[in-house]
């Protein structure tokens, strides 16, 4: 590869180091009881409320419809994230050092099969949290489940609850863009 296209390469690898610094998804909570909105925010090794007090909220009110506690540290995910990420950052520094331009798309596959399958392990995730609930708990709705959405808004009792990607999805999705331009313009050497 020419050296701007090694650039451009490494310039797609560091900047997945942002995804450190932001959230990578956000889910946000609408109800009569907070007017003012409750959420958090899924970084890449953490689960916070987006203000202060919001994650122990959110936890006060699985409470009563039985689901369990939102803890990150018991959330092994949160652990190898950070890895993935760093692995991706390095690979894609020594693709741009090296100049293999087929390696590229491996890079770009292993990126496609862990977002698919950090997708694919959010529902799940929210689907055993919404779903297996306490047959204890103080309130009981039968048929109702309270799994929150991958993507979009989905109404749970008087909870309007959205799930949406934020800005280290971007970064991430970015940084695919730009090692896909590098890998389709650095064709034109061969």
Request: overall charge negative; charged content about 15%; cysteine-free.
């Amino acid at each position: 590869m020419k050296i701007s296209h090694r650039v451009w390469m490494a310039l797609a690898a560091l900047m997945l180091i942002g995804v450190y610094f932001v959230p990578i998804w956000s889910i946000s909570m609408e109800a009569p009881q907070y007017p003012e909105g409750i959420g958090m925010n899924i970084t890449v090794n953490n689960i916070e409320g987006k203000s202060e007090n919001d994650l122990k909220n959110i936890n006060g009110l699985n409470h009563y419809i039985g689901m369990k506690p939102i803890e990150p540290e018991s959330i092994p995910e949160l652990t190898i994230m950070p890895y993935i990420f760093g692995f991706l950052i390095l690979s894609g520094l020594v693709i741009a050092a090296t100049g293999k331009r087929t390696w590229i798309l491996y890079w770009l596959g292993f990126f496609v099969i862990v977002a698919i399958a950090g997708l694919v392990d959010f529902y799940i995730w929210g689907y055993d949290y919404g779903h297996n609930l306490n047959p204890d708990a103080p309130i009981k709705v039968p048929g109702m489940t309270y799994q929150p959405p991958l993507l979009g808004s989905k109404q749970l009792l008087n909870i309007n609850a959205t799930s949406l990607p934020h800005i280290g999805f971007y970064i991430a999705l970015i940084s695919m863009g730009i090692a896909g331009f590098t890998w389709w313009k650095s064709g034109d050497e061969e």
